[in-house]
């Protein structure tokens, strides 16, 4: 969700009342939940004249919906595959069409990833792998760097190993955690797991923790370990973009955001991101990053991970491409 997006839905699910709005609420992912939850508990003063041209917007996008889909399992798979892309909406079709049972994963999605950890921390790394696998990469990312560097490793060699789950293997899941998913035989293989993800996640966890875990899988399998590392996308991998790419990027993010992670980017990437500003702008930011004093590298790398973060969304609605030629690195 849009910044403006987020406020609006805030705005609109005030004027509902508290009933009405906590059903709205049970539909939502985890993350919509707090990102709205936290937008809500920081509004105040909204006009009479806001609140009406929120209700008029909501009113006049449900008119142009259509309720009639005659067709209603196509209409799923179209409505799932444009907006989490193939990968992603393959599972939740399989689960929603053929009634699978997510509770228990699903209730990990709530928790934080030090709980996470705690209640998983005894399990075997095969186990734990098969789990994690089915969380966002960046909560997967905070769960794994409150494991021991051992676990760490071993786990996600599984990951990057990890060609898809069984039903059979996903019911033994049960045992471990509540009912992670209740399946039969013609639940197919999922697709998660491999390459892609295990560099995703290993984007997130930093630099601190990313060379320890390559150095590792490399050890095992110097291939593998290379096909994760050109996978992975970095913040100076942003010299990739062209400018068009680059000024969407801008559009999202915060100026604070933008001048810490620049503290941490080599000069020939703070040129290429400041060309795509304004000339009013560019001065700007050149001003406060010579007035920054000295930024901690985990907070430097934190705000460029949002930025990352924006990066990979973009690329998935197939807004920017990274690169360019036939060979693209989709994030």
């Known amino acids: 969700m849009e910044e403006d997006g987020v406020q609006d839905a805030a705005i609109f699910l005030m004027s509902l009342g508290e009933e009405e709005a906590a059903e709205v609420f049970k539909h939502l992912s985890p993350k919509e939940v707090q990102k709205l939850g936290e937008t809500i508990a920081r509004t105040r003063g909204i006009t009479h004249e806001r609140v009406e041209e929120v209700i008029l917007k909501f009113t006049n996008q449900a008119k142009s919906q259509s309720l009639l889909v005659t067709d209603t399992d196509n209409y799923v798979r179209a409505v799932l595959k444009r907006a989490l892309g193939d990968d ?3 599972l939740l079709i399989d689960r929603i069409l053929q009634g699978g049972d997510v509770s228990g994963i699903e209730s990990l999605k709530w928790m934080d990833p030090l709980s ?3 209640l998983l921390r005894n399990e075997h790394p095969q186990i734990l792998a098969a789990i994690l696998v089915h969380l966002d990469f960046d909560q997967t990312a905070g769960v794994l760097k409150n494991f021991t560097e051992r676990t760490r490793n071993e786990v996600m060699l599984r990951i990057a190993t990890l ?3 069984q039903p059979l293997a996903l019911k033994d899941l049960n045992e471990v955690l509540y009912k992670v998913l209740a399946g039969g035989d013609k639940i197919r293989k999922t ?3 491999g390459v892609k993800a295990a560099a995703e996640i290993i984007n997130l966890m930093g630099s601190a923790v990313e060379t320890g875990v390559i150095e590792s899988i490399r050890e095992h399998d110097p291939d593998l370990a290379q096909k994760i590392m050109d996978k992975m996308f970095t913040f100076e991998d942003l010299l990739k ?4 790419s680059v000024q969407m990027v801008l559009k999202e993010v915060a100026s604070e955001t933008l001048v810490l992670s620049l503290k941490g980017a080599s000069q020939e990437l703070r040129e290429l ?3 795509n500003m304004s ?12 007035s920054r004093g000295p930024v901690r590298l985990s907070e430097v790398e934190a705000q460029q991970k949002e930025i990352l973060k924006i990066v990979r969304r973009l690329t998935d609605e197939g807004q920017i491409v990274i690169g360019g030629g036939g060979d693209d690195q989709m994030v």
């Open 163 to 165: 060609e898809g789950i």
């Open 191 to 193: 697709s998660l797991g």
């Open 116 to 118: 996470v950890a705690e």
């Open 88 to 90: 992603k909406a393959s």
């Open 241 to 244: 973009l062209d400018g068009k």
């Open 279 to 290: 000339s009013r702008a560019a001065d700007s930011m050149r001003e406060d990053l010579e």
């Open 273 to 275: 991101i400041l060309s």
